[in-house]
């Protein structure tokens, strides 16, 4: 069997195609930006090496996450496109975890194991698995949020995961509403601002941090359709988490009900 795997979820562009288990070749190449550029050239340079044709794979293996936004979302888009243009090749994706966890030797495992990944948030996600591999849980995020509220006294706060397109709190909830770097697709644009319109009081302000995304724009042109306004407060350069020569230019919006 012929099996073709990659993953651009963290600092890399990495590529495998493995026969019958055994490695037959591999691109690993260290990137913090540009994986998505890389992928495909490097798929097409393996292919290449090994004389093959993509109706030759018997399998396609993504890696699902957890990892950047962009780097999880350039792998799947990657297998979407191959799944749709060999649609007799199986297609199967694996976390982070288990990838990482099935690397290790048996002699580096122990009984309890722990496969911990940055997030460049300062937290970290994780998930727990036994001496024989197998998950002992769903993954979970070490929240710094938490612990940082804890450290500085501040009490009171309700921290919840939910999926913005389905809001598992009332309407009308909240005064006012904190955000950041959350338009990656012009589809995103319709479900972002009808949150805001459902969560928002009459008279509530949510502000937005947007560090330049050229799909800024539509949620900008979506606001008004839902009887919404915004205006611009500032714009600041802000030193990015990972290493870059020039600061990130973040302008604070708006958004009014």
């Known amino acids: 069997m012929l099996n073709l795997a990659f993953d651009t979820t963290a600092g890399s562009c990495s590529v495998i195609l493995t026969e019958d288990g055994k490695t037959v070749g591999k691109i690993i190449e260290k990137m913090d930006f540009g994986q998505a550029e890389a992928l495909f050239p490097a798929i097409e340079k393996i292919m290449n090496e090994n004389r093959l ?8 293996t993504v890696c699902t996450g957890p990892g950047s936004f962009t780097g999880v979302r350039s792998s799947l888009a990657a297998a979407r496109t191959l799944g749709l243009a060999l649609p007799s090749t199986g297609l199967t994706g694996v976390s982070a975890f288990e990838a990482y966890i099935h690397d290790l030797a ?3 495992l122990a009984f309890y194991n722990a496969v911990i990944i940055e997030t460049k948030r300062e937290d970290f996600y994780f998930q727990c698995f036994d001496a024989g591999k197998n998950k002992m849980g769903e993954p979970e995020a070490l929240e710094y949020a938490k612990v940082n509220a804890v450290l500085n006294g501040v009490e009171g ?6 999926d913005w397109r389905s809001p598992t709190l009332p309407p009308a909830s909240f005064d006012r509403i904190w955000a950041g770097d959350i338009m990656y697709e012009k589809d995103f644009a319709e479900p972002v601002a009808a949150f805001l319109a459902a969560m928002l009081k009459p008279g509530g302000r949510a502000w937005i941090a947007e560090p330049g995304r ?21 714009s600041l350069p802000i030193s990015p988490l990972t290493e870059q020569d020039v600061p990130v230019p973040v302008t604070i919006w708006e958004v009014a009900k």
């Open 53 to 60: 044709k993509p109706a030759d794979l018997d399998l396609i």
């Open 106 to 108: 048996p002699d580096e």
């Open 157 to 162: 706060v309700d921290f919840k995961v939910m």
């Open 214 to 234: 050229d799909v800024f724009h539509h949620l900008l042109d979506t606001l008004p359709a839902h009887k919404l306004r915004h205006k611009r407060i500032c």
